[in-house]
T-cell receptor, first 113, second 114 residues
């Protein structure tokens, strides 16, 4: 069953804590993305990676970090520097080529205790 | 950079009626325009897309039109059903080769009233 998986579905963060969101894909896609979704603001790009061991900041990277050690995995860490982390986080991947579609995972909802 | 505006933000229609959602984009280099449907608590799912060399595309009850000159594209859903109720996002994509920059609209919440 091919696709993108994200875990956990819900995540709770305490003040000053770093938390890591998992994203795995078995679509053999080169590019992977992390978006943040807030009500009324659509999808905003946090980080993206076009290839293993390479990643670039998106529009709202402050307070977040990523790694891309394996093609199929692109974890996102929400650090304590992110002062307003409560949001729905979406991971996406895309195959190579011009105009290829981005496919999304089911999302992780992060809540602050 | 690219800017995508989407209207309306909410839309209520009676079951069986048609629904139209409109988007405009600013970057004339944008060449790929996907539409996503997002149900509550789930990730967006691609429902239809169109490339810049095509003016219209249809898939059963869903169609998308693109006017490159005016830089706008629209989603048309005919014979709406309650299961069409969701948030719909348009997007415009710019890029070539390995990198693709995708800019999303803010979404339209569609409610189909039985």
């Amino acid at each position: 069953d091919g696709g993108i998986t994200q875990s956990p579905k819900y995540l709770f963060r305490k003040e000053g804590q770093n938390v890591t969101l998992s994203c795995e894909q078995n679509l053999n896609h080169d590019a992977m993305y992390w978006y943040r979704q807030d009500p009324g603001q659509g999808l905003r790009l946090i980080y993206y990676s076009q290839i293993v061991n390479d990643f670039q900041k998106g529009d709202i990277a402050e307070g977040y970090s990523v790694s891309r050690e394996k093609k199929e995995s692109f974890p996102l860490t929400v650090t304590s520097a992110q002062k307003n982390p409560t949001a729905f986080y979406l991971c996406a991947s895309r195959g190579a080529g011009l105009g290829e579609t981005q496919y999304f995972g089911p999302g992780t909802r992060l809540l602050v205790l | 950079g690219e800017n995508v505006e989407q209207h309306p933000s909410t839309l209520s229609v009676q079951e069986g009626d048609s629904a139209v959602i409109k988007c405009t984009y600013s970057d004339s280099a944008s060449n790929y325009f996907p539409w996503y449907k997002q149900e509550l608590g789930k990730g967006p799912q691609l429902i239809i897309d169109i490339r810049s060399n095509v003016g219209e595309k249809k898939d059963q009850r869903i169609a998308v039109t693109l006017n490159k000159t005016a830089k706008h594209f629209s989603l048309h859903i005919t014979e709406t059903q309650p299961e069409d109720s969701a948030v719909y996002f348009c997007a415009a994509s710019t890029g070539s080769g390995g990198y693709q920059k995708v800019t999303f609209g803010i979404g339209t919440k569609l409610q189909v009233i039985p």
